[in-house]
C-alpha cells in the first residue's frame, strides 16, 4: 500500500500489539486498531498549513497514513466554522462557533470517515466494501465506493431517513433495507459477511472495524484549531453515537501537541439523547465501560447506538480532555435544532441539535466560563430530515 512517510501501522489500543495497514481488528486480541505514526518526521508549521488553500481535509496529509494524491475523494472537509453570537449570548459563554460538517459533499461527516476508508480499500484491491449504517455513513460509503467503481453493499434499519436510502440507490449501492433499528441492521450484515462477504473479498468500512474512519475524522479538530487561530477551543460538544468522531477529535488534538502545536486539549464532551445515552450513564456513574441500552427509543437515528463498542476507549478521552456528557430529551433537542435554524441559520439536523441543545443543558448548570470558547458538531445538514423537523413544528399547530 502507498503510505505516507510517518505512518508506521496500526496500535491496538487493548493490546499495543502493531500490524501492518491492511488489517481490521486486532488479529492477537480483537481489539480496535489506531493507525499510529512516528511524529518526529513531520515537520509541520503553523506558517506552512497557512500558505496551503483551505480546500480539503487532505490538506493534512502527512497526518494522514495515505498520500492526498492516492485518496478517493470528493473534496470533503474544510467545511466553515460558523459564529454564532445569538447562541453565544443565550448561553453566557465568550463565543459559540457551529462546524458545519453539513457542508461536505453527501451533506454529513461521514465523508471524512469513508474517504479514508475507501482509499484503504481501494488500495488494497477491493472489489466490494459493505457496512451496517443508520443512515449516512451508507450514503457516504456508496458515494466513495462508487467514485472508486468499488461495489457497496449497504445495511439500513427500516427507520433510516428517506434521503439516506435514496442516494443509496442514485450512487449504485447495493441496499439492504432490514425492519426495525441499527442492531437488526448490524445483525442482518453480520449474516451476509458469514454468508457470502468473506468467501467473496468484501471489505468492512464498518464503526470501528475498518480502523481508517476515525482517522479521517479526525481532521475536524486540525481545521476547527486552525480556523480559531490556533486558539484551542474550552469545549467541543459532539452528538455522540458510535463515539467516532468524538475520539478522533480527541487523538488530533493531542498529535498537534505532540507536534508542538498547541499547549492544551479541547475538553470534549459527548451529547446523547436521553432515549439512548449508554456513555452518558457509564460517565455520570464513573464507570469505563457502557450497559448496552435495551430499549433504545430516539428520533436522533445517527446516534441511537445502544451498545457503543468503543465506550472505554470514548469514556477516557472524555476524562482525559476534561470534558464531560450530557443527554438531553429529543423534544428540547427538535426545539434547538429550530431555535438555531431560526436564530442563526444553520441548518442542524434532528440528531445533530443533541450538540446544541446539550450545550444548552451544560450552559444552565454552569459548566461553561463567561469567556469560553464553546464549538457545536453539526454533523449533517437538516435537509435530510427536514420532514422530522417539520413536523415537530406541525406538532405544535404551526
Ligand atoms: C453517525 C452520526 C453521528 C454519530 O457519530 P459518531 O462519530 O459515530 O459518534 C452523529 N451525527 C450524525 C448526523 C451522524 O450521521
Ligand atoms: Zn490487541
Redesign the pocket.
Known amino acids: 500500500m502507498e503510505t505516507t512517510a510517518a505512518f508506521v501501522g496500526l496500535s491496538c489500543i487493548d493490546c499495543g500489539e502493531r500490524f501492518d495497514p491492511d488489517a481490521n481488528r486486532c488479529p492477537a486480541c480483537g481489539g480496535i486498531l489506531d493507525p499510529a505514526y512516528d511524529y518526529g518526521v513531520i515537520d509541520l508549521t503553523r506558517e506552512e498549513l497557512a500558505e496551503r488553500p483551505f480546500d480539503s481535509m487532505w490538506r493534512y496529509e502527512e497526518l494522514l497514513p495515505f498520500p492526498r494524491e492516492s485518496a478517493i475523494t470528493i473534496e470533503e472537509g474544510a467545511t466553515p466554522l460558523v459564529e454564532c453570537e445569538k447562541l453565544a449570548a443565550e448561553m453566557g459563554v465568550g463565543r459559540v462557533l457551529i462546524k458545519d460538517e453539513g457542508r461536505n459533499p453527501t451533506g454529513?461527516?461521514?465523508d471524512r470517515g469513508q474517504t479514508v476508508a475507501m482509499t484503504a480499500a481501494a488500495q488494497q484491491g477491493a472489489s466490494d466494501v459493505a457496512l451496517a449504517s443508520?443512515?449516512?455513513?451508507g450514503q457516504a460509503a456508496a458515494a466513495y465506493a462508487g467514485r472508486a467503481d468499488i461495489d457497496a453493499h449497504v445495511f439500513l434499519p427500516s427507520r433510516a431517513g428517506f434521503t439516506n436510502k435514496a442516494m443509496v440507490n442514485v450512487h449504485g449501492g447495493d441496499m439492504t433495507v432490514v425492519g426495525g433499528r441499527i442492531g437488526d441492521a448490524g445483525a442482518a450484515y453480520a449474516d451476509a459477511m458469514a454468508e457470502e462477504g468473506e468467501s467473496e473479498g468484501w471489505h468492512s468500512v464498518g464503526?470501528f472495524v475498518t480502523p481508517y474512519r476515525?482517522e479521517g475524522?479526525k481532521t475536524m479538530a486540525y481545521e476547527t484549531i486552525e480556523q480559531l487561530d490556533w486558539e484551542v477551543p474550552d469545549a467541543v460538544v459532539?452528538?455522540?453515537?458510535?463515539?467516532?468522531?468524538?475520539v478522533?477529535m480527541h487523538k488530533a488534538a493531542t498529535e498537534l501537541r505532540e507536534l508542538g502545536l498547541i499547549d492544551e486539549l479541547p475538553a470534549m464532551y459527548a451529547a446523547q439523547s436521553s432515549g439512548c445515552a449508554p456513555i452518558v450513564e457509564a460517565f455520570e456513574a464513573g464507570k469505563d465501560r457502557h450497559e448496552p441500552v435495551e430499549h433504545p427509543d430516539t428520533i436522533?437515528g445517527?446516534?441511537e447506538?445502544p451498545d457503543?463498542g468503543a465506550s472505554p476507549w470514548i469514556l477516557e478521552c472524555l476524562r482525559e480532555s476534561g470534558g464531560g456528557a450530557v443527554a438531553t430529551d429529543d423534544e428540547e433537542i427538535l426545539e434547538s435544532a429550530i431555535g438555531v435554524a431560526k436564530g442563526e441559520g444553520v441548518e442542524m439536523?434532528a440528531?445533530?441539535a443533541a450538540a446544541a441543545s446539550g450545550a444548552w443543558k451544560l450552559a444552565d448548570e454552569g459548566e461553561f466560563g463567561a469567556d469560553d470558547t464553546v464549538v457545536l458538531?453539526n454533523?449533517?445538514t437538516s435537509n435530510k430530515d427536514s420532514d422530522v423537523l417539520r413536523s415537530h413544528l406541525m406538532g405544535k399547530g404551526i
Open positions: 454529513s461527516f461521514k443508520a443512515g449516512n455513513a464503526t476515525h475524522k459532539y452528538p455522540t453515537g458510535g463515539g467516532v468522531g468524538l478522533g436522533c445517527g446516534i447506538i457503543p439536523g440528531t445533530c458538531l454533523t449533517a
